[in-house]
């Protein structure tokens, strides 16, 4: 039955299973926490035994751990998370309350990332060996290796205190400079080796040398010839890594104090609010598999020859 | 991969030294690993000791890397900091690569519908982005230092499990493996004689690949506040305390973050050399 689907509703449904056993493995690692949940959904605070006994019948915790697991699979599917034990509220509205500042960060990161990863990506890979290309490879390795909160941490210091140009606080656009940097800084360095060794892969090709032999300028065949082939590889870097950003830049959102869902993640593992953490890894794995799938059908639109690849 | 012979120990070392980047990253190694082991010794101050400066003061020849908020001797508690660090990455290290080149050898020896069942795990939690599974993981152990490596370690296990699922695949077809089964020998002499050895080299390629981002996941965790707690003098733990005060003391942050950088760095240097001596094909590729 599957084999005679559209490829696209093939691989949309292809994605169902995935989430059921992502979903089990957040529900099935929460189980593990040690301690009563009874206890932390009341912060500590000292109950009566029936108090802790309604509460335990409240939150379907006195039922047992299959029949709890079915209704959060159920609960999941209609994007029902919960309620969060210190705020009360509900999961979903305190996660769609936060995702603005992430998702700010997250553009604001890619497109530092992209700027800088495809100039100096095309720039090392048109000239191998060059000095660009030299220093641009060189940096990439070193960068793998510093701690991004640092970065972020000497940014700070030197263009916010020191120097005095951007804000390092605030919900503004130019608070966002620094933070962006950050993210994008990481993302160059990977976006940059891929473009230079795809480039370099495609610039050797015939069809490259008939646009050069026609008399088209570089800019026409790096723009039109070149980078369309080169394309794939950089896309589904960006694509994966937007993906991740979206849930939170953990780190960078602590740095720059920013409330995001990162920020948000770190206090929930900190108070062990379970149902906060719970939704919190639900929502950006499921938005990493959405994206994912978005990326392949993006992939299957752009070359057919995808689309004929078992899913 | 084919059966690379591991090389003597002084080629190896030759040739793991024969790039400019190799030797420079081996010297600070070194460097560290040798002001790990004597930091007792080396320290001029006891890193949890307070008051032995003035608070946030600046670097001087006493205190060569200055003062935290408490008075401590940052240059004594980096010093410490490194034992921490590199201690604790190689524990990461070993779990990642203990549970997973084990379960990696398993479900591909099994194959069948093991082999499927345990490949589609992997995949899934391949799907957690890597530090978000370390956070869900410290949600269930706690905050602390062995639990942040622990829970590092354990997030390491799927993606070393899939490498060596698939290089034990290429290896459970060939000759010696028939062989051995045979002359009769059992599937736990199989796996331990004759495949295990067979995977040693790429198991020690991953390794040294994995080292430095292991001490970089571990410090990220600390300086979140999920990982080593204060007063331990942590890379990570230290650097989140120094955030407070960058403005009136920016080397609270800066020396922390500088020997963070350089002990990543100089594993990455060695670890990327090593991995391209041991095994040229096998380096950088994730099966």
Same mark, same amino acid.
């Given at each position: 039955m599957?084999a005679?689907?559209p490829?696209?509703?093939r691989r949309?449904?292809?994605i169902v299973p995935?989430?059921f056993l992502?979903?089990?493995?957040?529900?099935?690692?929460?189980q593990l926490?040690p301690?009563?949940?009874?206890?932390?959904?009341?912060?500590g605070?000292p109950? *009566?035994?029936?108090v802790?006994d309604?509460?335990?019948?409240?939150?379907?915790?006195?039922?047992?751990?299959?029949v709890q697991?079915l209704?959060?699979?159920?609960?999941?599917?209609?994007?029902d998370?919960?309620n969060?034990y210190? *705020?009360?509220?509900p999961?979903?509205e305190m996660?769609?309350a936060?995702?603005r500042? *992430?998702?700010?960060?997250?553009l604001?990161?890619?497109l530092?990332g992209i700027v800088?990863?495809v100039?100096l990506?095309?720039?090392a890979?048109?000239r191998?060996?060059?000095?660009?290309?030299t220093a641009t490879?060189?940096?990439?390795?070193?960068g793998?290796?510093?701690?991004?909160?640092?970065i972020g941490?000497?940014?700070?210091?030197?263009?916010?205190?020191?120097l005095?140009?951007?804000p390092i606080?605030?919900?503004?656009?130019d608070?966002?400079?620094?933070?962006? +940097?950050t993210?994008?800084?990481?993302?160059a360095?990977?976006?940059?080796?891929l473009?230079r *060794?795809?480039l370099i892969?495609?610039?050797?090709?015939d069809y +490259?040398?008939?646009?050069?032999?026609k008399g088209?300028?570089?800019?026409?065949?790096?723009a039109?010839?070149?980078?369309r082939?080169?394309i794939?590889?950089?896309i589904?870097?960006?694509?994966l890594q937007?993906?991740?950003l979206?849930?939170?830049?953990v780190?960078t959102?602590?740095?720059f104090a920013?409330?995001g869902?990162?920020?948000?993640?770190i206090?929930?593992v900190l108070?062990?609010?379970?149902?906060?953490v719970?939704?919190l890894v639900?929502?950006?794995?499921t938005a990493?598999?959405?994206?994912?799938l978005l990326l392949?059908?993006l992939y299957?639109?752009?070359?057919?020859?995808i689309?004929s690849?078992?899913? | 991969?084919?059966?690379?012979?591991?090389?003597?120990?002084?080629?190896?070392?030759?040739?793991?030294?024969?790039?400019p980047g190799?030797v420079?990253?081996?010297?600070?190694?070194?460097?560290?690993?040798?002001g790990?082991?004597?930091a007792p010794?080396?320290?001029p101050f006891?890193?949890?000791?307070?008051r032995v400066?003035?608070r946030?003061?600046?670097?001087?020849?006493?205190?060569?890397?200055?003062?935290?908020?408490f008075g401590?001797?940052?240059?004594?508690?980096?010093?410490?900091g490194a034992?921490? &660090?590199?201690?604790v990455?190689?524990?990461t290290v070993?779990?990642?690569l203990i549970?997973?080149?084990?379960?990696?050898?398993?479900?591909?020896?099994?194959?069948?519908?093991?082999?499927?069942?345990g #490949?589609?795990?992997?995949?899934?939690?391949?799907g957690f982005?890597?530090?978000?599974l370390a956070i869900?993981i410290v949600a269930?152990?706690? #905050?602390?230092?062995?639990n942040?490596?622990?829970? #590092?370690?354990?997030?390491g296990?799927?993606?070393?499990?899939?490498?060596?699922?698939?290089?034990t695949l290429?290896? #459970?077809?060939?000759?010696?493996?028939?062989?051995?089964r045979a002359?009769?020998a059992?599937q736990?002499?199989i796996?331990?004689?004759?495949?295990l050895?067979?995977?040693?080299?790429?198991v020690?390629?991953?390794?040294?690949?994995?080292?430095?981002s292991?001490?970089?996941?571990?410090a990220?965790?600390?300086?979140l506040?999920?990982g080593?707690?204060?007063?331990t003098?942590e890379?990570g733990?230290?650097l989140?305390a120094?955030?407070e005060f960058m403005?009136?003391a920016?080397w609270t942050?800066?020396?922390?973050?500088?020997a963070?950088?350089?002990?990543?760095?100089?594993?990455?240097l060695?670890g990327d050399?090593?991995?391209?001596v041991l095994?040229p094909?096998?380096s950088? &590729?994730?099966?």
């Amino acid at each position: 039955m599957m084999a005679r689907m559209p490829w696209f509703l093939r691989r949309i449904l292809g994605i169902v299973p995935t989430l059921f056993l992502t979903w089990s493995i957040v529900f099935g690692v929460l189980q593990l926490i040690p301690g009563d949940p009874v206890m932390l959904a009341l912060g500590g605070t000292p109950a *009566s035994d029936e108090v802790l006994d309604n509460e335990r019948r409240r939150l379907g915790l006195d039922q047992p751990v299959y029949v709890q697991y079915l209704t959060f699979l159920k609960k999941m599917a209609v994007g029902d998370l919960g309620n969060g034990y210190s *705020s009360k509220q509900p999961v979903s509205e305190m996660i769609a309350a936060r995702v603005r500042p *992430s998702l700010e960060l997250a553009l604001g990161g890619l497109l530092v990332g992209i700027v800088l990863g495809v100039v100096l990506g095309i720039a090392a890979g048109l000239r191998p060996h060059g000095w660009i290309d030299t220093a641009t490879m060189s940096t990439a390795l070193v960068g793998v290796s510093l701690p991004s909160f640092w970065i972020g941490m000497l940014l700070i210091y030197v263009f916010g205190l020191q120097l005095e140009w951007v804000p390092i606080l605030g919900d503004g656009i130019d608070a966002l400079i620094l933070p962006s +940097i950050t993210i994008g800084l990481f993302l160059a360095g990977g976006l940059a080796r891929l473009i230079r *060794s795809a480039l370099i892969e495609t610039m050797a090709q015939d069809y +490259i040398r008939t646009a050069h032999s026609k008399g088209l300028s570089i800019v026409r065949v790096v723009a039109k010839h070149a980078m369309r082939n080169a394309i794939i590889p950089p896309i589904t870097l960006l694509g994966l890594q937007f993906a991740v950003l979206i849930g939170g830049a953990v780190v960078t959102e602590r740095v720059f104090a920013r409330a995001g869902l990162g920020s948000m993640l770190i206090d929930a593992v900190l108070t062990k609010d379970i149902p906060l953490v719970q939704g919190l890894v639900v929502y950006t794995t499921t938005a990493y598999i959405v994206i994912n799938l978005l990326l392949e059908l993006l992939y299957g639109i752009v070359d057919p020859r995808i689309r004929s690849r078992r899913a | 991969m084919t059966t690379t012979a591991i090389l003597p120990p002084r080629r190896l070392i030759a040739r793991t030294l024969g790039t400019p980047g190799a030797v420079a990253g081996s010297v600070i190694l070194a460097i560290l690993v040798l002001g790990a082991i004597f930091a007792p010794w080396l320290s001029p101050f006891d890193p949890n000791a307070t008051r032995v400066c003035p608070r946030l003061a600046a670097p001087s020849l006493q205190n060569l890397f200055g003062c935290d908020l408490f008075g401590r001797d940052i240059f004594s508690r980096i010093l410490h900091g490194a034992r921490l &660090s590199l201690a604790v990455g190689l524990l990461t290290v070993a779990i990642s690569l203990i549970a997973g080149t084990f379960l990696g050898m398993v479900i591909a020896f099994l194959g069948g519908r093991a082999d499927r069942i345990g #490949v589609r795990l992997l995949d899934v939690m391949l799907g957690f982005p890597a530090i978000v599974l370390a956070i869900l993981i410290v949600a269930v152990l706690g #905050v602390g230092a062995f639990n942040a490596a622990l829970a #590092v370690g354990i997030s390491g296990i799927p993606r070393i499990a899939r490498v060596i699922r698939s290089a034990t695949l290429t290896l #459970v077809g060939r000759e010696f493996v028939d062989s051995a089964r045979a002359v009769g020998a059992s599937q736990t002499r199989i796996l331990r004689r004759h495949l295990l050895p067979n995977l040693l080299p790429i198991v020690i390629v991953l390794g040294s690949l994995d080292l430095g981002s292991a001490i970089l996941s571990t410090a990220t965790l600390s300086f979140l506040g999920l990982g080593a707690q204060p007063p331990t003098a942590e890379w990570g733990a230290m650097l989140s305390a120094g955030r407070e005060f960058m403005r009136y003391a920016p080397w609270t942050m800066i020396f922390p973050g500088l020997a963070l950088f350089l002990a990543v760095m100089s594993v990455n240097l060695v670890g990327d050399r090593l991995s391209h001596v041991l095994d040229p094909r096998a380096s950088g &590729s994730d099966g």
